[in-house]
């Protein structure tokens, strides 16, 4: 069954930091970038990196750079996701996402066909 | 940090045709950049509703179509039905940021 399955829910103190883990199953792992999506209670989207499942390569949105590290673990095909220095407004769903096509496939903006269940992060004191 | 526009809500009848717009600037759409739908139920995973602008994955009904014209891009939903009612979001890549960014999101609402 292809599926990301992901770590369960956390409650962490503002200051703290927190990781969040993301397995894949069912597909070749080490062919399609993985990203994480966040979605703070009753809002949209927010785009936070990606990683390269075989070269451990990250790209980071501007806005949490410095903050984020995503790595991964390809003999348990798992990427994790760190997020240090945790505000209150860091309260979100936390989603991994597998990006289509595969890597080797070049010219076309990938999208997101594959979702984590999500992975719900409290920061409060 | 969303860069793309979206209206917040829209609405219709059951059967009627509904559009979300998704307007964007010279660094994402306006690039040259496709565009990707997201439909997200309430209490529920996004899913990827139509990719590269126009195309519909395998078991997404032939009622969502997507297009991109300059530096947006639209949602349309021919026969509405009970059933899509939920959120929807628009993505692409800005340039600028270097990274991707989704829209702020429309809410669907079935009358």
């Known amino acids: 069954q292809v599926q990301l399955v992901q770590s369960e829910a956390e409650v962490k103190k503002p200051g703290a930091s927190v990781t969040v883990s993301c397995q894949a199953s069912?597909?070749?792992?080490?062919?399609?970038?993985i990203h994480w999506v966040r979605q703070a209670p009753g809002q949209g989207l927010e785009w936070m990196g990606r990683?390269?499942?075989?070269?451990?390569?990250?790209n980071y949105a501007p806005n949490l750079q410095g903050r984020v590290t995503m790595t991964r673990d390809t003999s348990v095909t798992t990427v994790y996701m760190e997020l240090r220095r945790l505000r209150p407004d860091d309260t979100a769903v936390y989603y991994c996402?597998?990006?289509?096509?595969?890597?080797?496939?070049?010219?076309?903006?990938?999208?997101?066909?594959?979702w984590g269940h999500g992975t719900l992060v409290t920061v409060s004191s | 940090q969303s860069v793309l526009t979206q209206p917040p809500s829209v609405s219709g009848a059951p059967g009627q045709r509904v559009t979300i717009s998704c307007t964007g600037s010279?660094?994402?759409?306006?690039?040259?950049?496709?565009v990707h739908w997201y439909q997200q139920v309430p209490g529920t995973v996004p899913k990827l509703l139509i990719s590269?602008?126009?195309d519909r994955p395998s078991g997404v009904p032939d009622r969502f179509s997507g297009s991109k014209s300059g530096t947006s891009a639209s949602l349309a939903i021919t026969g509405l039905q009970a059933e899509d009612e939920a959120d929807y979001y628009c993505?692409?890549?800005?340039?600028?940021?270097?990274?991707?960014?989704f829209g702020t999101g429309t809410k669907v609402t079935v009358l």
């Open positions: 069912g597909y070749a792992f080490i062919d399609y970038y």
């Open positions: 990683v390269t499942p075989k070269t451990g390569g990250t």
């Open positions: 010279n660094s994402d759409i306006g690039a040259g950049y496709d």
């Open positions: 590269n602008n126009n």
């Open positions: 996402v597998r990006a289509s096509p595969p890597i080797v496939v070049a010219g076309k903006l990938r999208s997101f066909d594959l």
């Open positions: 993505q692409s890549y800005d340039s600028s940021l270097s990274g991707y960014v």
